[in-house]
Structure formats: C-alpha cells, structure tokens
C-alpha cells in the first residue's frame, strides 16, 4: 500500500504542470498534510517512541520523558543507555536516569506491546538538558506594622545540590485582592551542601495596615560546572498578610517622621466612604483601595513647621487625620574640641550643623561616650535648637590626662557621631582674671595682683600685659609659677613719672593653647619725678631795642614729670647773676631791660619735686649784612628748608618762622635742629594754604646767634583773590599807556608768576572779552612774566576806536580774578588829511590822464561819436525827376520857386506815441495852410508841408574885406521820393526812441507865417523828423551848415543836414523871445573838428 501510494505521486505531480499557479500551491499542502498524517497513523500502528527530552532538579538526576503512541495500554518501554551498558524498563513515557557525565551519549527505547517493537534511537548530551530547580517555599512572612516592615522566610534546601552554587531569588510582592504588582526584588545568596533558612525584610511605602500584601518567591541557580539550559524555578505558593481592624476609622501612619524631600503614602481605613483629603490646605487625589479603604499620595515633602503638617480625610458624618513631621537626619557633629578652664572639669563643644527641622521628643539627642572611663553624659537641651555651638561639662578623673570621647547623634531619621583623642593638660583655656589691682611702688614702677580661679599647681602660667598711654601701647611677658590659692602678683617697672597709664592682663599656660580673656582695665596714674629737661626758649629784642624777650615752650608730659608750678629765669654775665625772676606757669614769657653787652638768660622749670636742668640762650645777635630773601620748596604739608654746613655753628641751629602778612613782632613758633644736620621739613597745625609765611634760620656759635637765610614760603599757593588795580595814563591814536599796582601779600596768595594782559575791540555793555582763555583771533593776548614791570603800552591800535582792556594776575596756583575797563583811542587827524588829499590827487591825476588821452584821440573820438555831416551837394536824394516841378528849364538843388509839395507819409507803430490823422504843417513862406490827404488809418501820418523859402545874410569875410554885402538865399530841401506803401500790406513800425529821417510828401510852398502853438503842441507829440516851422528860431549863421565853395552859385543848401544824426534845425527852442544861436552848441565839437568844410 505504502508503495502504491508514493507511486501515485509521479502521476499527480505531471497532471499538476496543467494546473494554475495558486491550485498548484493548494495541492502541495494538501499533500504535505495528508503525508503527515499517514505517516503518523503508520508511526502508531508501529508504536515508535518520539520527542526525548529530559530535565533534571537537582544536578544528579534527570527526568526523562518522550512521547508515545496514543494506543499504548499494555506498553512495555525499556530504555537502554550504551554507555552504561544498563537499561531501565517503564510502562510510562518517561523514566530517571542518574545524571550521565558530560558527552554524547546513546539512548534506545525499546516499546514492547502487541502490534511489535520498533525501536529509537537518541543522542543525549548535558548542553541538551534543562535545569529548573524545584519551586522554593516560603516557611514563614510576618509583617512589623510600626515601620511597615515584611520579613520573609525561606529555606533554601541546599542539602538535595551536590556542590554550592550562586542563587538568585527573585521575591515578587502583590497588593490588594486584585493582586496588583508592587514590586519585584532580588536577593542573591550561595549553596552551600546544607539546607539554609534566609530572611529578607522589605518596607512598604504604604503602611501594611492598608491592604493585604501577598509575596511568592522563585530561584535561579548558577552551577559553573553544568553547561546545559539553566532557567528558573516555578513560583512558590503565595502567603498573604493582613491587619484586622474594627469598625473605628484609623489613618496610617500615624505621626510619622519622614525624610524632607521623599514621597509618602497615607491611607484611610474606614467603613463608609471617603470624600476627600488634603494635606495642609491642599487637595490630594484619592487611591481606592479593598472596600471603603483610601490612600493619598505625597511628593517631594518639604519641611514640616514646628507642629508638622496635617493630612485630614473627610466623611460625611465625621473627619479623621493624622500629622507628618518632615525634617533631615542629624548631620555629623562638627568642630568636636574638648578643653578645661581649671583643669577640674572638661567642657566640649561642637556645632550641630544643619538644622534637622525636628522639634520636641522627635529632635535629635547628644551623648557624650568615654572610653577609658566607660563615663557618659548626655545633653540636656533647654533652649530651641540652633546652629551655635553647643557644650557639655565632663567631670575629670583623677590622675587622668587622656582622654577618647565618642558624641553621638541621634534622632527618629538616623544618628551621627564625631570622635576626640586630647591630653586634658595641653588644652588648657584659663578663666578671666579676677580682683584686678595696681599699686604704687614708686615714680616709675607699680604691683600688679589679680586672682585666677583654678587649680594650676603643676603647670606654669604665661601671662600678657597690656599698658596704655598718651604716647602708645606696649606688651610685657609675665612667666608665673601656678599655686592653689589663685592669688598672683607681679610688678611692672620702665614707666614715666606722673603719667596715666591703663593696665590689663590675660593669662594662659606655657602651651599657649588659648589665651583668656583681658581682665578688665585699670587706670593709674604714677607719682611725679623731677623734670627730666630744661624748656625749649627763645629770644627778641623788643622793637624799641631795649628789652630782650625771652620765650620757651611747655615741658610735654614725659619731660616735665609732674605739674610745673612756675619758671625761673634769670640773666647772667662772667657768672654774675644780674637778675632773677619767678614766673608761674601759665605764662611762657618774660622781658627783661637790657643794653646790647652779652648776656646769658637761663630757664629753669619746677615741680612738686624739684627743678629741671637749665635752659640757657645767649643775648648777642651777630649782624649779617649779606642776606637774600628766598623762597622755600614745599614737601608734602610742611616747608621744605635745606643750607650748607657751617663749622663755626658749633651749638644747633634755630629756625623761626611767622606770618609775614600780619602786623607787630614777628614770631609764631621756632625749631631748633641739631648742628650736624643741614635740612629740615617745618611742619605746623597752625599752617594754612595761601598764608605767606617768613623763615630764618639761625646758626649758634658761642659768641651768640646769626641770622643765615631769610625764606617766605607757601605751605600751598592758591590763586590771587583780587585783581591788580590798573589806570591808563595816557591814550593816543594808536597806543595806549597802562599802569597797574601791586597786589596786596594777604590778597596774592602765592608767589607771583605774572600778569595776562587781554584786550581787543569792544563796546561797554557788550559780551565781546567773554572766553579769554579760548584763543580768540579778534583778542590780543601779552603774558608779563617779569612781576617788577608796572606798566605796558599797547601800540598799533586804531584811532577813536573803543577797546576792552583785562588784567589778570596768576600764581603756580592758579589766575587770579579779572579786572577790566573800557578805553576810546584818540581821532588821528593826520590820516583824516592824508584821506582827503588822496581821492584829490587821484581825481586830478585821472583828469588830467583823461584830457591828454582825449586830446591825442580826438580823431577816433569825433569819427565814433560825432561823425561829419555830409555835404548836400553829394547827396543823390536830391536829384530830382523832372516831372516834378513843370515849367522849369533846369532843376537846380536850392529852387526859389515854388513848387507843388509831395505828401510825406510819417509810418508810426509804437503804440505809445499818439497817431495823428491829418496834420496840416504851415510853412513859415506859405500864405495858407493846405490841408493833407487822409492819412491812412491806424498806420501812417500825412503831413501837407511846404519848404519855406529863407532869406538870409551871411557874413562874407571875404566880401567884408572887399566892402560889398552878399546875399545868399536858403530853401527847403524837397524831398521827391516817395515810397509808395502797397495797399493792405503793413508797414513795420520803428522803435519810439528813432530819430531817423522820415520823408516828406506833398508839402506845398507856403509863405513865411508866425508860429502857431497849437502846431508846435502836435509837432511834440511825433516821434521822428519834426519839420522846422518857426524861421526865426533859426540859426542864420552857424559854423557847420554847408555852403557852396562858389558864391555865385544860384544853388545855395541851408543848414539842413542829410545826416539823420544830426541835430541842426531839428529841435529848435521853443521860446520865440530866446537870444538866437550863435553856434556855442557845437564848441565842443568844433574842439575836435580840424576841418571847416567837408
């Protein structure tokens, strides 16, 4: 059947080349399907065993198992190892097998039933076994509800593993009936061959008593030495715990002390329902947890106040809670030290560190442990606890200097501790002194005595004091052996006579571990002694000469030893005392009548005691006539003095000074240096900035005082606080003469340097000198450096001009204020004259250059401006046609006869002279006006004019030499041509200003008539040739007008020009009565005219 079976696959499979793809696919699955099954069903018929797997638990045996046919009753199965030539019969499917050693190993199982046996084979190795260790048991879980706390128990059955091995338990905790996971632990451990029972605690982070917390457990075990599947053991049973309450509401937990900073869990156990909660005055969601139960959850929680921080749950019948304290562990003791102050009793103190923020029971607690002794002590607080230091008193033990001590920390979050090792007698740290006293031994020495409470018998004492006075402070060292009774003295010498002093004193031992404190200050004040100097004196003759002034200074306290009652001056000479005087002390003076002979003056003070050595200072002043008044250099806040060396100055040298400004006696205050110095800095509280002070130094020889060097200074020279006084003394046109005064020494305030001069143009009044200093161009600026001159002339200055003088002085401290006037220069009259004649002289100079150029031009001159009138006779408009006059044989220029005029036609276009329609012109020889043509209109003028005929003498030189009068006789020129205008066409107008000639048309001869003013009014108003009606306005002899070179010629021109430049006739006067022309308007021409006909 088998065989049929695979021979029908050949037959299918080339059947299925037809098929489609996806039936193709179908078929093969079909077929791997049916395969298996028949393969299976023909495995069970045979009863062949399959799927050998083993397991082992414990290391040392395996647990063998496969998989047999499901008819299998009555099977029989015997399992043979070839390596242990052994075989182990079953009627189950699995079997155990002692642990086989590492390697392949062979395995048959031989199933013997009815349908036959068939056996299998199998290849074991140790790599192909699982290890799973058998499921661990808990033995005991209790819970420690106060700090929610479970503790679990476990036995580890190490006894059933042939060798130790490493154990990892995993430990798995369940919270609630729901069995909610609360988290998964590990804990590792080791076999050892033996059983071993284990604990393990674990806090909850909420309180146990506010659900059922479940915990099962499970192994992993690491054997080196087996290499097969290590995994891990089955979970053991769970045990659960819970907290029986009754029906009353509690809040766990209760008054818990928490760590600031970490989270915390608070629930409610209740019967009825919770509506909420809130920690402080904020709300927290709520965790439901079995049946009524609730939990809230804080955060991060800060510090709690002093009363903690409340958590209320709130019902609608009542309200529970419970309160939280939030605080820190306490922190390490810091700066443990241990000393004595008596050596009776030891004090430690140490500084607490942070603050844990826990108050009353739940603060922290101090004990103080010694090793040695086994004695503790332990703190007692009193006050609110802070981060000073605090102390502890440990009573000594006899004969003990060593000493361990242990201080321990504690409060509910933890304890600290610090730890000490001293030698008690090192560390000594002696009380105040007490009973502190000073007593007089004698003018420089006192007793000291003070008591130290103590038992320092064994030790030695070092002790400090301090002394104080009005020249300074000094320490002194004391080595004092200790005694019991606590009383100490000693004595304090080297001190000043008469002076207050101010004592105190410390104590510590020669360890010097630490000083105590400054008993409290004593003053005393010792017992006068005898002065221990002279007075420092001086001498003056008065300024009469007469009497000799001797001054001195106060003894200083250190010098005088005492209060000084009075002075004792007296005058000698070879060692005869002349005079002596008792002065008391308030005064530091005394004059004495002397003559000029030398004398010897002496000092001496007094006291209570005695008196001091004297003073002495020689009468004789030694004149030097060779001395120069200086100026010193200022260093610092004092004058600056230095001079050469003089070996005769055997005894010192005295340097006086005062203020030279101020009247009387000059002396505020002297200094004497010794005589191997040569330089000295003179320094005073009296000293003032811009106050001139005079120096002089004295050198002392035993013959008496000469005066070396006489120096002013300044101690700090300021700028003047005036301005010099200046006048003008005299003013000028170009100068002016200024002259100022001195400044006052009080005023100047320094040295003077010099003087700045400003001026410049100015009016009073005016802003102008504003910005001196600014470097103005229109300002002149003189610097005077040399202080002697007292005048200044300013020159080069403008006459009557005004100019704005300034003044200013200056010093190496500054300018000095400004003192101004207004000054008016003087008219320089000079320039005035020297201003008139020059425009005069250029005048004539222009004038007379102007006459000769002319002169020597006059050519060019007359051609361009006056050019020669032409002559009639070459004029070609006077040839006229023959039809214009008939009658007439031979038409000659100047025609007696009359003739019919042409009309003249005046075109006008300038629209601001006046047109004329018709204008009738009367010829001075017509008997009648002939009436024009019509003008045409709007654009010419017809004038009717007629040529007068004129008779006139001329004045003949020739003739008048031959005795015979000549008659020559003028006309008109008559203009014939007559330009028609074409009708309609217009003609161009000419400017008003043309003077140029216009022709004349039909003019007829009328006879000589008088002017007539209505003609004349008219004859104004042209702009162009205006005809010549009045004859007797007429130049009969004129220079210019033309004549005929023959004087027989009929044909005679009058003085009517061509030119239409020419003014001849033209304009003639208007006053009939007016003297005639006798040709004066042409002189000037004729001035560059050289000929007299053209």
Same mark, same amino acid.
């Given at each position: 059947?088998?065989?049929?079976?695979?021979?029908?696959?050949?037959?299918?499979? %080339?059947?299925?080349?037809?098929?489609?793809?996806?039936?193709? %696919?179908?078929?093969?699955?079909?077929?791997?399907?049916?395969?298996?099954?028949?393969? &299976?069903?023909?495995?069970?018929?045979?009863?062949?065993?399959?799927?050998?797997?083993? %397991?082992?638990?414990?290391?040392?045996?395996?647990?063998?198992?496969?998989?047999?046919?499901?008819?299998?009753?009555?099977?029989?199965?015997?399992?043979?190892?070839?390596?242990?030539?052994?075989?182990?019969?079953? %009627?189950?499917?699995?079997?155990?097998?002692?642990?086989?050693?590492?390697?392949? /190993?062979?395995?048959?199982?031989?199933?013997?039933?009815?349908?036959?046996?068939?056996?299998?084979?199998?290849?074991?190795?140790?790599?192909?076994?699982?290890?799973?260790?058998?499921?661990?048991?808990?033995?005991?879980?209790?819970?420690?509800?106060?700090?929610?706390?479970?503790?679990?128990?476990?036995?580890?059955?190490?006894?059933?593993?042939?060798?130790?091995?490493?154990?990892?338990?995993?430990?798995?905790?369940?919270?609630?009936?729901?069995?909610?996971?609360?988290?998964?632990?590990?804990?590792?451990?080791?076999?050892?061959?033996?059983?071993?029972?284990?604990?393990?605690?674990?806090?909850?982070?909420?309180?146990?008593?506010?659900?059922?917390?479940?915990?099962?457990?499970?192994?992993?075990?690491?054997?080196?030495?087996?290499?097969?599947?290590?995994?891990?053991?089955?979970?053991?049973?769970?045990?659960?715990?819970?907290?029986?309450?009754?029906?009353?509401? !509690?809040?766990?937990? =209760?008054?818990?002390?928490?760590?600031?900073?970490?989270?915390?869990?608070?629930?409610?156990?209740?019967?009825?329902?919770?509506?909420?909660?809130?920690?402080?005055?904020?709300?927290?969601?709520?965790?439901?947890?079995?049946?009524?139960?609730?939990?809230?959850?804080?955060?991060?929680?800060?510090?709690?106040?002093?009363?903690?921080?409340?958590?209320?749950?709130?019902?609608? +019948?009542?309200?529970?809670?419970?309160?939280?304290?939030?605080?820190?562990?306490?922190?390490?003791? @810091?700066?443990?030290?241990?000393?004595?102050?008596?050596?009776?009793?030891?004090?430690?103190?140490?500084?607490?560190?942070?603050?844990?923020?826990?108050?009353?029971?739940? *603060?922290?607690?101090?004990?103080?442990?010694?090793?040695?002794?086994?004695?503790?002590?332990?703190? !007692?607080?009193?006050?609110?606890?802070?981060?000073?230091?605090?102390?502890?008193?440990?009573?000594?033990?006899?004969?003990?200097?060593?000493?361990?001590?242990?201080?321990?920390?504690?409060?509910?979050?933890?304890?600290?501790?610090?730890?000490?090792?001293?030698?008690?007698?090192?560390?000594?740290?002696? /009380?105040?002194?007490?009973?502190?006293?000073?007593?007089?031994?004698?003018?420089?020495?006192?007793?000291?005595?003070?008591?130290?409470?103590?038992?320092?018998?064994?030790?030695?004492?070092?002790?400090?004091?301090?002394?104080?006075?009005?020249?300074?402070?000094?320490?002194?060292?004391?080595?004092?052996?200790?005694?019991?009774?606590?009383?100490?003295?000693?004595?304090?010498?080297?001190?000043?006579?008469?002076? +207050?002093?101010?004592?105190?004193?410390?104590?510590?031992?020669?360890?010097?571990?630490?000083?105590?404190?400054?008993?409290?200050?004593?003053?005393?004040?010792?017992?006068?002694?005898?002065?221990?100097?002279?007075?420092?004196?001086?001498?003056?003759?008065?300024?009469?000469? !007469?009497?000799?002034?001797?001054?001195?200074?106060?003894?200083?306290?250190?010098? =005088?030893?005492?209060?000084?009652?009075?002075?004792?001056?007296?005058?000698?000479?070879?060692?005869?005392?002349?005079?002596?005087?008792?002065?008391?002390?308030?005064?530091?003076?005394?004059?004495?009548?002397?003559?000029?002979?030398?004398?010897?003056?002496?000092?001496?003070?007094?006291?209570?005691?005695?008196?001091?050595?004297?003073?002495?200072?020689?009468?004789?002043?030694?004149?030097?006539?060779?001395?120069?008044?200086?100026?010193?250099?200022?260093?610092? !806040?004092?004058?600056?003095?230095?001079?050469? /060396?003089?070996? *005769?100055?055997?005894?010192? #040298?005295?340097?006086?000074?005062?203020?030279?400004?101020?009247?009387?006696?000059?002396?505020?205050?002297?200094?004497?240096?010794?005589?191997?110095?040569?330089?000295?800095?003179?320094?005073?509280?009296?000293?003032?900035?811009?106050?001139? #002070?005079?120096?002089?130094?004295?050198?002392?020889?035993?013959?008496?005082?000469?005066?070396?060097?006489?120096?002013?200074?300044?101690?700090?020279?300021?700028?003047?606080?005036?301005?010099?006084?200046?006048?003008?003394?005299?003013?000028?046109?170009?100068?002016?003469?200024?002259?100022?005064?001195?400044?006052?020494?009080?005023?100047?305030?320094?040295?003077?340097?010099?003087?700045?001069?400003?001026?410049?143009?100015?009016?009073?009044?005016?802003? @102008?000198?504003?910005?001196?200093?600014?470097?103005?161009?229109?300002?002149?600026?003189?610097?005077?450096?040399?202080?002697?001159?007292?005048?200044?002339?300013?020159? $080069?200055?403008?006459?009557?001009?005004?100019?704005?003088?300034?003044?200013?002085? #200056?010093?190496?401290?500054?300018?000095?204020?400004?003192?101004?006037?207004?000054?008016?220069?003087?008219?320089?009259?000079?320039?005035?004259?020297?201003?008139?004649?020059?425009?005069?002289?250029?005048?004539?100079?222009?004038?007379?250059?102007?006459?000769?150029?002319?002169?020597?031009?006059?050519?060019?001159?007359?051609?361009?401006?006056?050019?020669?009138?032409?002559?009639?006779?070459?004029?070609?408009?006077?040839?006229?046609? @023959?039809?214009?006059?008939?009658?007439? +044989?031979?038409?000659?220029?100047?025609?007696?006869?009359?003739?019919?005029?042409?009309?003249?036609?005046?075109?006008?276009?300038?629209?601001?002279?006046?047109?004329?329609?018709?204008?009738?012109?009367?010829?001075?020889?017509?008997?009648?006006?002939?009436?024009?043509?019509?003008?045409?209109?709007?654009?010419?003028?017809?004038?009717?004019?007629?040529?007068?005929?004129?008779?006139?003498?001329?004045?003949?030189?020739?003739?008048?030499?031959?005795?015979?009068?000549?008659?020559?006789?003028?006309?008109?020129?008559?203009?014939?041509?007559?330009?028609?205008? @074409?009708?309609?066409?217009?003609?161009?107008?000419?400017?008003?200003?043309?003077?140029?000639?216009?022709?004349?048309?039909?003019?007829?001869?009328?006879?000589?008539?008088?002017?007539?003013?209505?003609?004349?009014?008219?004859?104004?108003?042209?702009?162009?040739?205006?005809?010549?009606?009045?004859?007797?306005?007429?130049?009969?002899?004129?220079?210019?007008?033309?004549?005929?070179?023959?004087?027989?010629?009929?044909?005679?021109?009058?003085?009517?020009?061509?030119?239409?430049?020419?003014?001849?006739?033209?304009?003639?006067?208007?006053?009939? $009565?007016?003297?005639?022309?006798?040709?004066?308007?042409?002189?000037?021409?004729?001035?560059? &005219?050289?000929?007299?006909?053209?």
């Amino acid at each position: 059947m088998d065989v049929c079976f695979c021979w029908r696959w050949p037959s299918q499979m %080339v059947r299925s080349k037809r098929m489609k793809a996806s039936s193709y %696919v179908q078929w093969l699955l079909s077929s791997m399907i049916l395969f298996c099954l028949m393969d &299976q069903v023909t495995g069970q018929r045979k009863g062949v065993p399959r799927g050998l797997k083993c %397991v082992t638990r414990n290391l040392e045996v395996w647990d063998c198992s496969w998989k047999a046919p499901s008819v299998s009753n009555g099977t029989v199965y015997e399992v043979c190892i070839k390596s242990r030539d052994h075989c182990y019969k079953s %009627v189950k499917p699995n079997i155990q097998i002692p642990a086989l050693l590492p390697g392949d /190993h062979e395995v048959t199982i031989y199933p013997q039933n009815d349908f036959g046996s068939s056996p299998s084979k199998f290849i074991l190795n140790e790599e192909n076994i699982s290890f799973i260790p058998d499921a661990p048991e808990i033995l005991d879980l209790s819970a420690e509800f106060p700090t929610d706390t479970l503790h679990v128990v476990w036995n580890d059955r190490g006894s059933v593993f042939p060798r130790h091995a490493n154990v990892t338990w995993q430990i798995r905790l369940l919270r609630k009936k729901r069995m909610e996971a609360v988290a998964l632990m590990a804990y590792n451990s080791t076999l050892n061959g033996q059983d071993t029972v284990h604990h393990w605690n674990w806090t909850s982070d909420m309180p146990l008593q506010c659900a059922t917390h479940h915990v099962e457990m499970r192994c992993y075990i690491d054997d080196p030495q087996f290499h097969g599947h290590k995994e891990w053991s089955g979970w053991s049973p769970l045990k659960s715990i819970s907290w029986s309450h009754d029906s009353q509401p !509690k809040i766990f937990p =209760a008054d818990k002390v928490v760590l600031v900073g970490s989270n915390i869990t608070v629930c409610c156990v209740i019967q009825e329902k919770v509506l909420s909660a809130q920690i402080g005055n904020s709300n927290c969601p709520l965790i439901h947890l079995d049946g009524e139960n609730v939990a809230i959850k804080i955060y991060n929680i800060s510090v709690s106040e002093s009363s903690g921080t409340n958590v209320i749950f709130n019902t609608d +019948n009542s309200l529970a809670g419970t309160v939280i304290f939030a605080g820190y562990p306490p922190d390490t003791p @810091k700066n443990l030290s241990c000393e004595t102050h008596d050596l009776k009793e030891i004090v430690c103190t140490w500084s607490p560190g942070r603050l844990t923020g826990l108050l009353g029971p739940r *603060n922290t607690s101090y004990t103080l442990y010694e090793s040695f002794s086994g004695k503790n002590v332990t703190f !007692k607080r009193t006050e609110e606890p802070t981060n000073e230091s605090y102390q502890l008193m440990f009573q000594m033990t006899p004969k003990q200097e060593i000493y361990n001590f242990t201080l321990n920390a504690r409060n509910p979050l933890g304890q600290a501790e610090s730890t000490i090792l001293v030698n008690i007698t090192t560390r000594v740290s002696p /009380h105040t002194p007490t009973s502190f006293k000073v007593k007089d031994a004698n003018s420089t020495a006192v007793t000291l005595s003070w008591r130290l409470p103590g038992n320092f018998a064994k030790i030695t004492l070092s002790c400090q004091i301090e002394i104080k006075s009005h020249s300074g402070q000094e320490l002194r060292n004391a080595t004092i052996a200790g005694v019991d009774n606590s009383s100490y003295l000693t004595a304090v010498d080297k001190l000043h006579p008469y002076t +207050n002093y101010t004592f105190r004193i410390r104590c510590a031992t020669e360890t010097l571990w630490k000083w105590s404190n400054w008993a409290p200050e004593k003053q005393h004040l010792t017992l006068e002694g005898i002065p221990s100097k002279g007075p420092d004196t001086w001498r003056e003759w008065s300024s009469d000469g !007469k009497n000799l002034i001797i001054y001195w200074k106060p003894l200083s306290m250190s010098e =005088a030893n005492g209060r000084i009652l009075s002075y004792n001056v007296s005058c000698s000479s070879k060692e005869e005392i002349l005079s002596l005087s008792e002065i008391p002390d308030r005064q530091h003076r005394a004059e004495i009548q002397l003559d000029r002979n030398d004398y010897v003056i002496s000092v001496v003070a007094q006291n209570s005691v005695g008196s001091s050595p004297p003073s002495k200072i020689a009468s004789t002043e030694i004149p030097n006539d060779d001395l120069k008044v200086e100026q010193a250099v200022r260093m610092g !806040k004092g004058i600056f003095l230095r001079w050469n /060396h003089d070996p *005769n100055m055997t005894c010192d #040298y005295v340097i006086k000074w005062c203020n030279s400004s101020r009247p009387g006696p000059c002396l505020m205050d002297w200094k004497k240096v010794p005589s191997d110095r040569t330089e000295a800095i003179i320094e005073s509280a009296q000293f003032r900035p811009g106050v001139r #002070y005079r120096f002089f130094l004295y050198g002392c020889a035993h013959q008496g005082y000469r005066l070396l060097r006489s120096v002013i200074g300044y101690i700090e020279e300021l700028a003047p606080v005036v301005a010099p006084n200046f006048t003008v003394e005299d003013t000028s046109a170009d100068s002016i003469l200024v002259k100022w005064e001195d400044i006052p020494v009080e005023e100047l305030r320094g040295f003077l340097r010099g003087y700045v001069f400003y001026f410049g143009k100015g009016e009073q009044g005016t802003s @102008k000198m504003r910005g001196l200093e600014s470097g103005r161009a229109d300002i002149k600026v003189k610097n005077i450096t040399d202080v002697s001159q007292k005048t200044l002339r300013i020159a $080069d200055l403008q006459g009557k001009t005004s100019y704005h003088l300034v003044l200013r002085a #200056y010093t190496d401290g500054g300018m000095g204020p400004e003192k101004s006037m207004y000054v008016v220069t003087k008219e320089n009259s000079v320039g005035l004259i020297i201003a008139i004649l020059i425009p005069v002289a250029v005048a004539v100079i222009v004038g007379v250059v102007t006459s000769i150029l002319c002169y020597r031009k006059r050519e060019w001159i007359k051609e361009t401006f006056y050019p020669d009138i032409p002559n009639p006779e070459n004029c070609k408009a006077l040839q006229f046609q @023959k039809s214009v006059c008939e009658g007439n +044989n031979g038409l000659k220029t100047l025609e007696m006869n009359p003739c019919t005029p042409n009309n003249v036609e005046v075109l006008e276009s300038r629209s601001t002279v006046p047109k004329i329609e018709d204008t009738e012109i009367i010829s001075p020889v017509a008997e009648h006006a002939v009436v024009g043509s019509e003008a045409e209109p709007e654009n010419h003028v017809v004038v009717s004019y007629c040529p007068p005929i004129i008779e006139e003498e001329i004045p003949n030189p020739a003739a008048d030499e031959a005795g015979g009068p000549a008659q020559v006789i003028y006309i008109d020129v008559q203009s014939m041509y007559q330009p028609q205008a @074409k009708p309609g066409e217009d003609v161009e107008a000419e400017p008003a200003g043309g003077s140029g000639y216009k022709p004349q048309m039909h003019l007829p001869v009328t006879p000589a008539v008088e002017d007539e003013t209505a003609e004349d009014d008219d004859l104004d108003k042209t702009a162009g040739y205006r005809p010549q009606a009045n004859v007797a306005s007429w130049a009969l002899v004129s220079p210019d007008s033309p004549r005929s070179t023959d004087s027989n010629s009929e044909v005679v021109s009058f003085g009517s020009p061509c030119s239409i430049n020419s003014r001849q006739f033209l304009i003639p006067p208007k006053d009939e $009565d007016s003297p005639k022309s006798s040709g004066g308007g042409w002189s000037f021409t004729n001035f560059f &005219q050289n000929k007299p006909n053209d």
